[in-house]
């Protein structure tokens, strides 16, 4: 199995729109974080997990021959707000499978209505094959991914795992009967934004805690606020199998 971070910034990526901030003025491309989103290549699937408004530019560098299918975590804008730019994908390929609760399924079609729309599409838009994602195991293509609910404050959000890879992000909190899940893992992905507490995100600390906690072999941490610090410095401070992700790098883990 192979994983691409594609985007590891939070809502507004980094560098911030207009922001002197030291770390949005960085030259390190590590420094650089689009939205989050990863690219999964496991046995001849190619998955995306999001879909945020830097998808179109995060396709274009990682270039994927294929999409088989876009999983959602929450329907919050820095991971849904690209799902137009899928199009390339379905001229090439034809229709194309999602996945996500219900609510979120519910709230794409609001948002992209003339994609979901039941009358006569405009040329060009892209048939989208919704699948909902209910807080058990399913499978795409025999490949079972197993989701795993968090809190995002109070919005439920799944995060999701794929053999002995598991990647949650926008959680604040997870019940111990969902930690259940992510037992065993070779590689654990987990959002921490910034140091100080935030209400719907896990904080360094917080973060740092889920992983003495899990045990994973290796973290990699991600939805990264330009108040973390510097990549290299943060870097320096982290446990030995703590390490920050940052956008393109990729990981490979033995299934
Ligand atoms: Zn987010
Ligand atoms: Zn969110």
Same mark, same amino acid.
């Given at each position: 199995?192979?994983?691409? +971070? ?39 699937? $190619? ?19 294929? @999409?088989?299918?876009?999983?959602? $975590? ?14 390339? +994908? ?5 229709? @194309? ?31 989208? @094959? ?20 968090? *809190? ?15 990647? *949650? $992000? ?9 930690? *259940? ?11 921490? /934004? ?13 973060? /740092? ?47």
């Amino acid at each position: 199995m192979k994983i691409t +971070f594609l985007g590891t910034g939070t809502s507004q990526g980094i560098p911030v729109i207009g922001s002197t901030h030291p770390v949005c003025l960085s030259a390190n491309s590590k420094d650089k974080r689009l939205r989050v989103s990863i690219l999964v290549e496991w046995k001849d699937n $190619t998955f995306v997990v999001d879909c945020g408004p830097d998808f179109r530019q995060q396709m274009l560098r990682a270039n994927p021959e294929r @999409i088989d299918a876009v999983i959602f $975590t929450h329907e919050h804008a820095d991971h849904t707000a690209g799902l137009d730019d899928i199009r390339p +994908f379905f001229f090439k390929q034809g229709d @194309i499978d999602i996945y996500a609760h219900n609510r979120v399924l519910g709230q794409l079609q609001q948002r992209f209505e003339y994609i979901f729309t039941s009358e006569i599409k405009y040329p060009g838009v892209p048939n989208l @094959i919704q699948n909902e994602v209910k807080n058990e195991p399913f499978t795409i293509n025999n490949l079972e991914i197993i989701p795993i609910e968090g *809190l995002h404050y109070k919005l439920p959000v799944f995060g999701y795992r794929f053999g002995n890879f598991a990647y *949650l $992000t926008d959680m604040k909190t997870i019940a111990e009967a969902e930690m *259940l899940k992510l037992q065993n893992l070779d590689v654990l992905v987990i959002n921490a /934004l910034r140091e100080k507490e935030h209400i719907s995100h896990f904080n360094l600390d917080e973060a /740092l805690a889920m992983i003495s906690k899990l045990k994973p072999k290796k973290a990699y941490l991600t939805h990264i606020s330009h108040y973390l610090g510097f990549h290299d410095e943060v870097q320096q401070k982290l446990p030995k199998n703590v390490f920050l992700a940052y956008d393109e790098l990729t990981i490979n883990i033995s299934n």
